[in-house]
């Protein structure tokens, strides 16, 4: 099956067909499915479909047409492959569309997240982000307990000295999502990935009850030592937040996820199918997360930018931990990489909107930079979950 596969790519390549593999052969090629299909499909540039399709046979195979799509059954090295096209589509510009390696080749395919709608293929989808999302926190984890606690230092000073900080001006601290969460006074906030503590602390100050979930130990330590010097209260939960325990379903007034968090998910629907679980009625979900065209669009380099990125890539990176900039060099080249899973801007607005939420507010908010006028640095959405 693969060395049909690789023939195909290859075929294709080399007479500059544009193509990628669909459907069961794309989940296949990244590991959704452990057994090969019994026929491989492959789908090409329309206006070019009938010379694919004649790379493989001395005649031309039969075609099967309407208004909308092509495709012809074709033999390569004993494997069953149907050749398809979509009329005036452009296979090329496909939002979807990725390169991987299989066995040491580059193929071309839909990604996973094409067929999460497929009433067929989304199960066996949604299982494998399923099982790749376990090994991604595992793999973060480990990352997010070695040496947090001295980056957390580094960036913050020690909890004594952050904390009188906060003193002087905690509401500081949540700029510029404060204003969604009032009443803070009284209210029940859980702070999802809640890290250092240093926005909890800020909330518990302004008279919130708080609790924060995070799976590292050390984030924790930190948190709960700048709490003590605070002189307030708050809880700290040390657990993946895909897996919190059932208890506090239906009991916070607010819940927050802010700043660098989304990646760290290869699917946002579990996510906030806890956010919303974690809401009491009428309560409010605050996310304030950095703009996709600033993290997928954009690269900075000093006064220079570029737009050079692929804002609808959906494709999982290896990327250095964030917290390794506040680490001596020594430590930080030593540091595992983490994996990433940057989204758009729809794809957030409607995982929120499927976990059953009322969307309130989407603000997008400018980079104070000279140099980035006129660009998106972040944005904010509130959301409530119906009385």
Known sequence: MKTALHVVAKALEGQ???????????????GALSSPPKQLSVEVQWDVFDAACQLFNSSPPETRKNERKASCSVEV?????????????TVRTHPQRIQLASDGERVWCLSLYAYLGDQTLAPIVQQHLNDLQNDVTQTN?????????TALVERHGAPNKMAQKLKKHPAWRLHPFKDHLEPINGSSILHLMGSSG??????????????????????????????????????????????????????????????GVLHYFVNLQPLMNVVAQML??????VLHEFHPVSTKLITSTGKMRTVDGNYFDP???????????????????????????????????????????TIDVLSEEPNHKMNDIGLPKTFTLVATKPA
């Open 16 to 30: 500059r067909i544009a193509y990628h593999f669909i459907n069961e052969t794309a989940l296949y090629i990244q």
């Open 77 to 89: 090295e004993g494997t069953s492959v149907q050749i398809s096209c979509l009329f005036q589509t």
């Open 141 to 149: 984890q480990h990352v997010w307990n070695r040496d947090q606690y």
């Open 198 to 259: 240093v926005k909890g602390v800020a909330l518990s100050m302004l008279g919130a009850k708080v609790t924060i979930v995070d799976f590292s130990e050390e984030n924790a330590a930190y948190a709960k030592a700048l709490a003590e010097e605070a002189g307030v209260h708050l809880d700290y939960i040390v657990t993946d937040v895909l897996r919190l325990p059932e208890e506090p379903h239906n009991h916070y007034d607010r819940v927050v996820l802010e700043l």
């Open 280 to 285: 009491a009625n009428g309560g409010r979900f």
């Open 315 to 357: 494709t999982i990176n290896e990327q250095v931990p964030a917290s390794s900039k506040h680490l001596p060099e020594d430590k930080r080249d030593k540091l595992p990489r983490v994996f990433q899973r940057k989204w758009t801007l729809g794809e957030i607005v409607t995982a929120v909107a499927k976990a059953g939420l």
